[in-house]
């Protein structure tokens, strides 16, 4: 009986309003909400690997030239591929009144999102994220944005789609890597929250296996928290910062890597050497520490050979948010509870000492 219930919940879609207005549609089955969305004055960006696996069912096909298939990898986050996209919207006859629907991870939300909030001064978007990473992070808060020079999200803005649909049906075709990435920022928005962290550390094993109630518990509780937290700070200016943890350390290592990774093994490297700091510097608990650790190790954490310290500082201090020529961390210090702090002089030290 209880599994009978549980099966049907699983089936029954939920229907959220972010604090930001939009609709948020979590389920597994939305095949039809998915189609229905793609008809009208819509151009369709499309992740090509998502293209390739979901075409015959979802017949992308028939939005005619109102398509752009793209190239798969965080190189395509870049001015080429949003000129492409707004170049083929002009000659497609895309106007203010079009949409754009992005079906992809979260390179092609954040490449979409940006030329949404360009294309003639801004036009809807619709967000169908289809990595676990994007359901559970990107595809939330309106951040959209493109790299330049190596440097990540240099251009960007700050835009609010006009609906999220998250289909988990999606995942059955994400390779184990690509799920580890997706705990990378399941794992960050745990060390936000005591009950997040709870359910996340009893859960992970099932959610790795991808049983459904708890990919699907997994991706509400992540969203509810995330939206809480942008729609209180959109541009942010104060709270949102919080859920940079692992980041600083984790974008600076993508850019000096060139990529190489994903962007969610990045953060789960980021979110290792920023524990191991806050450690050195006496901010977190020893117990909260080994869990983490052991968090981690489940996720397959990579392990990455730094070469130069001092060129990844600099990269560190290109970080948007830093302040006063600080580099700025959020340290997690106890279960749910995280403390900022800004490092000047000796962060080559600290590093030194926990790489
Ligand atoms: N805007 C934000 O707030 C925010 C937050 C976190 C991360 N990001 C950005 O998100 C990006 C990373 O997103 P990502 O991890 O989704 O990467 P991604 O978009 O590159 O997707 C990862 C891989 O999965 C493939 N893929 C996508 N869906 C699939 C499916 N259903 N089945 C099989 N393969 C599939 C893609 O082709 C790609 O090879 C980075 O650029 C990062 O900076 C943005």
Redesign the pocket.
């Known amino acids: 009986m209880v599994d009978n219930i549980e099966k049907l919940e699983c089936l029954i879609p939920t229907r959220m309003k972010s604090g930001l207005g939009y609709d948020i549609i979590i389920g597994r089955e939305l095949d039809e909400i998915i189609i229905a969305e793609l008809s009208g004055n819509t151009f369709l960006v499309v ?4 293209y390739e ?1 979901y075409n015959s069912k979802f017949k992308f096909d028939r939005m005619g030239n109102r398509i752009y298939i793209l190239k ?3 190189f395509s ?1 870049s001015w080429k591929y949003a000129q492409n996209i707004a170049t083929k919207m002009l000659e497609t006859g895309c106007n203010r009144q079009s949409k754009i629907v992005a079906i ?5 939300g ?1 490449l979409s999102g940006f030329v949404a909030s360009i294309f003639m001064r801004g036009i809807k978007i619709v967000h169908i994220p ?2 676990l ?2 359901c559970v ?2 595809s939330i ?1 309106g ?2 944005g493109i790299n330049l020079n190596g440097y ?2 240099i251009l960007g803005a700050f835009y609010q789609p006009s609906k999220i649909i998250i289909s988990t049906n ?1 995942f059955s ?2 390779p184990l890597r ?1 799920i580890k ?1 997706g705990l990378g ?1 399941i794992v960050k928005t745990s060390l936000l929250s005591k009950h997040i962290f709870d359910y996340v550390n009893t859960s992970v094993s099932k959610l790795l296996m991808l049983d459904s109630q708890t990919v699907l518990d997994t991706v509400k509780l992540c969203i509810e928290f995330k939206d809480n937290i942008t729609s209180s700070d959109e541009r942010e200016t104060s709270l949102r910062k919080i859920l940079n943890v692992g980041h600083t350390i984790g974008h600076a290592l993508e850019s000096i890597n060139k990529f190489k990774l ?3 093994e990045y953060v789960l490297c980021g979110i290792e050497l920023e524990t191991k700091l806050a450690r050195e510097l006496n901010i977190i608990d020893e117990d909260y520490y080994k869990v983490i650790m052991h968090l981690l190790n489940i996720a397959s954490t990579p392990k990455i050979k730094i070469k130069n310290i001092d060129k990844l500082i600099n990269i560190m201090k290109a970080d948007k948010k830093n302040t006063d020529g600080k580099i700025d961390f959020i340290f997690a210090k106890s279960q749910g509870e995280t403390q900022e702090y800004q490092i000047e002089t000796k962060l080559k030290a600290l590093l030194e000492a926990v790489i």
């Open positions: 992740d090509q690997n998502v696996l798969s990898g965080e986050k992809g991870g979260g390179v092609t954040d289809t990595t990473l994007a992070d990107s808060g951040k959209t990540k999200n999606f075709t994400l690509e990435c920022e994903s962007h969610g």
